[in-house]
Structure formats: C-alpha cells, structure tokens
C-alpha cells in the first residue's frame, strides 16, 4: 500500500504505465492530453526510457508497432483528431495481433472540434479505430484512481490477448486532480515467444506481419482473432453497479457523465425515485450480460453520454430492446449539470 | 465538517489554480475526499480562467461546481459570471482593489477585501491570491490552518521555496483582514 498522492488524470496514466513496465512513449502535443507526454519527457530518461516526440501522430503509433513487435510494452497518447490519424497504424497492429496502449483523452469533434471533454469518439473505439474487422480492448477511467489502474490493466489485457488495448478518457478525467494511490511496480511476466527479438541461430524466425496475400490465411487468422475476442467478451467485461438493487430506472453511463449522474441519482432517490446506475469500466467488450440481467428488472434505461446517443445504440443492442431507452446528453465540450440529469430521470420516472 | 463547493476565479497570472492547490494538497494531508479541476484551454495570461476545489466527507461525485458555496473572485467578469450560482447563505470573497462593483445578492455573505492593494503595500505583489485564501480558510474552516504550511511545501516548486514565508505573510493577512 502506498501512500495517496495529488495527481491530475494525464500524469497518474503516465506514471502507471511507467510503473507497469512501459518504457517506451511516443507522442504528439495536443490539448486536453499534453501532460502525458510532458510527465513522460521527464521521466523517461531518468529510468533509462524511450521518450520520443514522433513528427506526427502517425509517425507515434508506427513506433509503438516497432516495439510492441519486440516484446516490449509501448504506448502512445493523444485527443481525438490525433486518435482519428493514428487509426491506421492500429489496424496493422491488430492485423499483426501485437499488443500497445493508446490513451484517448477525447475531446470535441467532428474535424479538429473544440478542446473540451467529449465521448464523441465511443463508436470509434468499440467498432474497432481503423479498417479490416477487428477490436481493441476499450477501458474508461471514472476517477483518477482508474487512470491509474486501467492503465495497468489495459497493458495486461493486450499483453494476455495479443491486441491494441485503448484507454478512452476525456478532457475532466485528464485536467482534474484526485487523490490517488499508485499500484506497485512489477515485472512484465506475459508468454512473448513470438517477439522478434534476434534468433541467435537458436530458433526459427518469428515473423510480425499484417499482410497475407492467400485469402484463405487471412480469413483463418480473421476467425482466430474473433475466437479470442468472444473469450474477452465472456471473461473481461468490467463494469460497476450502483443503487440497482430495486431499481425500475437504470442509468448508464461511462466517465465523467457517470460521476454527474452519480449526483442526480442520490437526489433522485432523496425524491423517492427508484433510480440506479449501471457503469461500464470496459466499454468494449461492453457489460451486456449484466445491461440483459437489468432489463428483467428495470422499466427503463437512460444512456448519459457526451455524444448523440452512440452507447445508447450499444445498450438497445444489449437488452434486445426489451425496455426503453431513454437519452440524455450534452456535446461539442459540454457537460450536463446533475440537475439536467435528474430532469431526464424524471422524464423516464412518467 | 461538512462540504465545501469551491468556485476561484479570475484572470489567468493571478495565482487562481495554485490558491486551489493549496485548498487540495491540504485536502489529501487531512485525509479528506477532495477534486480540483482546472479551466483548460485557450486562456493566457490576462485572460479568464479559474478551478473547481470540491473539499468533502464523502466521496466526490462531480467534480464539476455549479453551485458554489465558497466563492473567491478576483475580477469583475467572474464576478458578474459566478454570483447567480452561489447556493443561499454560501460566501463571497472578493479582491475589492479590482472589483468595484457591490455584490446584488442579499442572501450570500460578503467579504470585501482590497487583496491587491494589501499585497502591494506588503511588498508581495503577486501573492492577492494567498490574501483572499487566507481569509476564505479563516472565515470557512474549510480546510485546518496548521496544516497550511505543509501544504504549501508540496505545491511552491522547489526553486521558489524562499517563497514560503511570503505566501504565509499572505495569508495571514487575509486572515487578520476579515478578524
């Protein structure tokens, strides 16, 4: 156990992911997330680390493959339009089944947006960010606590899985400051046989390699790649229940909408509404046995969300449309307030 | 205890988002549950920025202030933003060297307090900041005042610790002001 440190959202993913073995990160400033790679320029070469400010963010992700390729834990952070740029080389790392975290501190959009929190880009990272049929394993931090520990985890998932992991964040989990309690440095212990890594004339080359001309290859390691996927959505989903024991309401909601409607829920209950909230932590796989279990229960969902209602597709598709659901939102950077929540709770209570 | 909703705004250079600091690292010293979410973006110095301190026994929700029951202003713009959303009964500090206006509110406490000029003649320009602070912890209990100087160690960076006594200086003025 440690002792809890102040630490603004940015810098607690950077040093997790330090303390979870990375050492190597390759960035491109952009705003809300530019404390990642500011924290890791000064740390980087202090433990004998790779810091690297790659001329653009492709030129980043491209470097993370390189190492990822060797067996060695990278990562690369960036907002939005970055994430959009960076889609390419995520799909040859998917297509090369080579495990590295990409940090999304999103913010408003389309095009270059705004600056403020967003969750705009859900459907970007659940539908798999780049071409071809393939997932990434999404996690998205609620406190600062969780950008810690999902950072720790999203390695350890990619590490176990062979695949691109992304932590999916917005500008208030980035910008605020939390206490927070640093896990514990450890060893790197994941199988990396299939790292190129030099032979030494001792084994047979390993090859790490997205392109595979004879269709009937590519289609078997397309059908590889989803066996393990459907073993991630039976074994990984991570999500957190709050208030749902006699709940007819559900809200769902990820971030920092969670925490917002975390405050409408403990009014609407001093109200006498039976409200609760389901969160999901990992947003793909995304909780839908737990969302399918709640719709027996409940009368209604309510999807809070920086976005015009992309989860809210997600959980229709979850619950196979056996109740409502309901929408409340705000975009472009802003955030519902907790009353405009309860409005919406309300709304759903008629 | 109870909750404090903590709203510092003002010009960006004035010390909003290390006055808020202060408030959180002497936050996590006492143990207590605690967020401080900053302005973020585009604002420079001169322009408007300001941070959300949310100081509580419980665990924080949003950290997002909609309705501050402490608020500390020190220029008009923020005065003219920030006054509406103060909860009834909750607390206004004020730098009244840059703010000349009155406060319309009747069901708020005012403190008017000429920090600016305060520091000036003390020699600290710069630190209008730390006056109104003191006066806020003073006058809130919102956080306890012998773990000011510990906390203050973790926020001034180490090449300005010879600050130290000047930020105390401050904020004991602001203190002795609103006594």
Known sequence: ?350 | MSNYEIVIAGFGGQGLLFSGKVLAYAGLLEGRELSWLPSYGPEMRGGTANCNVILSDTPVGSPIVDHPNVLMVMNAPSLDKYEPAVVEGGKIFLDSTLITREVERKDVEVYRIPATQMANDMGIPGLANMILLGAIIAKTGCIKEEGIEDALKKVIPARKMDLLGSNLAALNAGKEYVA
């Open chain 1, 1 to 350: 156990m440690s002792e809890k440190v102040l630490m603004k959202g940015n810098e607690a993913i950077a040093e997790a992911a330090i303390l979870a073995g990375c050492r190597h990160y390759f960035g491109y400033p952009i705003t809300p997330q530019t404390e990642v790679a500011a924290y890791m320029s000064k740390k980087m070469p202090k433990i004998g680390g790779t810091f690297l400010q790659a001329e653009s963010e492709i030129a980043a992700i491209n470097m993370v493959y390189g190492v990822a390729s060797t067996g060695k834990r990278a990562m690369t952070s960036s907002s939005s339009p970055g994430i959009a740029l960076k889609c390419e080389g995520i799909s040859y790392m998917a297509g090369a089944d080579l495990p590295g975290l990409i940090v999304n501190v999103q913010r408003g959009g389309p095009g270059l947006g705004g600056i403020q929190p967003s969750q705009s880009d859900y459907f970007l990272a659940t539908r798999g960010p780049g071409h071809g049929d393939f997932h990434v394993l999404v996690l998205a931090p609620s406190s600062v606590q969780e950008m810690a520990d999902l950072t720790v985890k999203a390695f350890d998932l990619a590490d176990k899985y062979r695949m691109p992991a992304m932590l999916l964040a917005d500008g208030t989990m980035g910008q605020m400051m939390e206490p927070v309690e640093l896990p514990e440095p450890k060893e790197v212990t994941a199988d990396k046989s299939w790292a190129v890594t030099g032979t030494k004339m001792e084994r047979k080359h390993n090859i790490v390699n997205s392109l595979y001309l004879k269709p009937t290859e590519l289609e078997e390691k397309n059908i590889e790649r989803f066996e393990r996927y459907k073993e991630i959505e039976e074994k990984e989903c991570l999500w957190e229940e709050f208030m749902m024991e006699d709940a007819e309401i559900c809200v769902v909601s990820y971030g920092i909408t969670a925490r917002v409607s975390r405050n409408a829920i403990i009014e609407a209950r001093k109200q006498g509404i039976k409200v609760g909230m389901i969160r999901p932590i990992t947003l793909w796989p995304f909780p839908k046995k737990a969302l399918l279990l709640a719709a027996d229960k409940v009368k209604s969902f309510l999807s809070v969300e920086l976005n015009m209602g992309q989860m809210q597709e997600d959980i229709e598709l979850a619950i196979q449309c056996k109740r409502p659901v309901g929408l409340c939102k705000r975009v472009g950077g802003m955030i519902p307030s907790p009353e405009e929540v309860l409005n919406s709770i309300k709304e759903a209570n008629k």
